[in-house]
Each structure stands twice: as structure tokens, then as C-alpha cells.
């Protein structure tokens, strides 16, 4: 558009010249060699302007085009990545603060340390308290099975609210008996993780009689 008006303004001016009583044959040539040499440069111009409109029609264009594929990949890998932590269960690991537990005046003791060591959090269901004795045969009978359910297993860890165990937490446990008799001390774990699996945990410590 601005390269219109400069044109009809250019050719007014010619007009002018040659309306002007001083201007003869001769120079009245040159002033329309001189205008026609500008209207080229104009149209020349306007010819560069067009083409660099198109080209950054077209770069935006490009640039649109990326954006939507990059926010689709990153979606994609959203879904993906959702996808891969429902996929995973949780783990379980039961240790022991004594490993054999020893006795102290005709008493065990020892803590039961309890983590959730792959990232999922748990609501743990049931856990079962096992004694285990050795016969003279050298085979192991249970002496003593008790059972708490997830109310009760809230009350026997620390830093537990209620019965869910959050993801990488370590929680733990006291116990202690009077009997001499038993061997070995079982405890076992259940439950369900945030993904639907069900998730059991096994630890397993030997009790040393001092004399």
C-alpha cells in the first residue's frame, strides 16, 4: 500500500515538472527517466517485501506445526509415564534390630523395622505374629500364631495414622516375650497397594537362649 502512494505521488510530481513554465523538452526527459527509475526500485521493493511476507508466513506456520507435535509428544509421555507408575507394586521389606535376638533375663526383645522400599504406598491388612519351636527331631512346630488386623496394626507401628504405609517410609515395631522354649520368631504382612496388587512380606529372626 505504501508502495502505491509513494508511485501516484511520484507520477504527480512528474506531472508538476512538466506543467512547470521553466522546463523544457530535455529535462522533462530526464525527470521521466528519473521517475520511471524509482517506480522500478519501488516495484522491486515491494516484489522483496511480498516475498518475505510469505516466507514468514510460512516460518509461522513451521513453528505452529512443531508446537503441536511437541505438546503431543509431551502428552504422550504423560500418559506414559501414568501408564508405567500404575504398573508398579509396591515392596515390602521386614528386618529385624537383632538378628539372632539374644536373650536378657529370661526375655526377648527386639524392634521389627518395616519398609516400603519401590515407591508405592500400601494399606497393610493383616499381619501374623508367628513362634516357632524345634522338636528333638530337629522339624519346627508352631507354639504361638496371633493375628491384627489394620486397626490394631495402626496402634503397633510408630508414625503410622492409619493403616496405609506412604511410599519409601520405614516404620517400627517393639516386641518382647518371657519364653525360653521358642526358636524362631516369624512375621508376616499383607496388603494392597495404591495400583490394586496385593503385596505380602515375610522376615524371619532366630532367638538365642544366654544361660
Not at 518475505?52 to 509428544?73: C, D, F, G, P, R
Request: proline share 1%; charged share 25%; hydrophobic share 35%.
Amino acid at each position: 500500500m505504501k508502495a502505491k502512494i509513494v508511485i501516484i505521488l511520484l507520477i504527480t510530481l512528474l506531472t508538476c515538472l512538466m506543467l512547470l513554465p521553466g522546463c523544457t523538452s530535455k529535462e522533462e526527459l530526464e525527470c521521466n527517466a528519473l521517475v520511471e527509475e524509482q517506480i522500478e526500485q519501488i516495484g522491486s521493493l515491494e516484489i522483496q517485501v511480498n516475498d518475505l511476507q510469505n516466507q514468514a508466513s510460512s516460518l509461522n506456520s513451521t513453528l505452529e506445526s512443531k508446537e503441536v507435535y511437541i505438546e503431543e509428544l509431551l502428552k504422550q509421555q504423560q500418559k506414559q509415564e501414568e501408564q508405567e507408575q500404575k504398573s508398579e507394586t509396591a515392596k515390602l521389606e521386614i528386618s529385624f534390630s537383632l538378628n539372632p535376638i539374644t536373650s536378657r533375663e529370661e526375655r526377648y526383645c527386639w524392634r521389627v523395622i518395616l519398609t516400603e522400599v519401590n515407591g508405592v504406598g500400601v494399606k497393610l491388612d493383616e499381619l501374623i505374629y508367628t513362634l516357632l519351636k524345634c522338636e528333638s527331631t530337629g522339624s519346627y512346630f508352631i507354639s504361638s500364631n496371633k493375628i491384627y488386623d489394620s486397626s490394631e496394626i495402626k496402634n503397633m507401628f510408630s508414625s503410622l495414622n492409619s493403616s496405609y504405609l506412604l511410599p519409601y517410609t520405614r516404620v517400627y515395631s517393639n516386641f518382647c516375650i518371657s519364653s525360653i522354649a521358642d526358636h524362631i520368631v516369624v512375621i508376616t504382612i499383607t496388603g494392597t497397594d495404591e495400583n490394586d496388587n496385593k503385596i505380602e512380606a515375610l522376615g524371619e529372626a532366630d532367638l538365642l537362649y544366654q544361660w
